[in-house]
T-cell receptor
Framework: SQQGEEDPQALSIQEGENATMNCSYK?????LQWYRQNSGRGLVHLIL?????REKHSGRLRVTLDTSKKSSSLLITASRAADTASYFC??????????FGRGTSLIVHP | NAGVTQTPKFQVLKTGQSMTLQCAQD?????MSWYRQDPGMGLRLIHY???????DQGEVPNGYNVSRSTTEDFPLRLLSAAPSQTSVYFC????????????FGPGTRLLVL
């Protein structure tokens, strides 16, 4: 079964707005990663947050991790049409092999 | 560095045929894995390897075999293709310790008729 589950499954916003996606997981983790996938393409790594970290930033991306609630969120600020993609969270335990959720489909309207 | 490469990009098989999907990485990563992606299902782990000579099953291993004779290569074999194996297959590699970012290949689209 898939470890992480993203919420919402689909998100539609206007350019310039912020987009927030959430991920919940079931078991303890070493790290949590967020990936982006453009239609028909491979996955691109966005950011990794370790289990002892609470927040990380990368450009317009902000990721938080709450291990007590087993949840993470990805915030994309000032979204652009080019941010339209599917976003996946992936959790890793001792094996370093990530387990993926089903993803959030983000559409940013120009 | 080429990163993670996969061949072929696209393949059509008939039910019962066998084939091997190739995957190679040039980053000296210890860990490699194969996923399949179906609509609405995200990525599901098929098999993975934590080093040359060591492989293990993931979430959906049935119908697939793997081997890891070198650090660089991790081929996925379909022994007798079935329509249920129509999917997009991604290979990935991961370092350990401070290099835990997973790098993905471009994918192989497989259609089984």
């Amino acid at each position: 079964s898939q470890q992480g589950e993203e919420d919402p499954q689909a998100l539609s916003i206007q350019e310039g707005e912020n987009a927030t996606m959430n991920c919940s997981y079931k078991t303890s983790i070493n790290n949590l990663q967020w990936y982006r996938q453009n239609s028909g393409r491979g996955l691109v790594h966005l950011i990794l947050i370790r289990s002892n970290e609470r927040e990380k930033h990368s450009g317009r991306l902000r990721v938080t991790l709450d291990t007590s609630k087993k949840s993470s969120s990805l915030l994309i600020t000032a979204s652009r049409a080019a941010d339209t993609a599917s976003y996946f969270c992936a959790t890793s335990g001792g094996s370093y092999i990530p387990t993926f959720g089903r993803g959030t489909s983000l559409i940013v309207h120009p | 560095n080429a990163g993670v490469t996969q061949t072929p990009k696209f393949q059509v098989l008939k039910t019962g045929q066998s084939m091997t999907l190739q995957c190679a990485q040039d980053m000296n990563h210890e860990y490699m894995s194969w996923y399949r992606q179906d609509p609405g299902m995200g990525l599901r782990l098929i098999h993975y390897s934590v080093g040359a000579g060591i492989t293990d099953q993931g979430e959906v291993p049935n119908g697939y075999n793997v081997s890891r004779s070198t650090t660089e290569d991790f081929p996925l074999r379909l022994l007798s293709a079935a329509p249920s194996q129509t999917s997009v297959y991604f290979c990935a590699s991961t370092g350990t310790g401070g290099r835990q970012t997973q790098y993905f290949g471009p994918g192989t689209r497989l259609l089984v008729l």
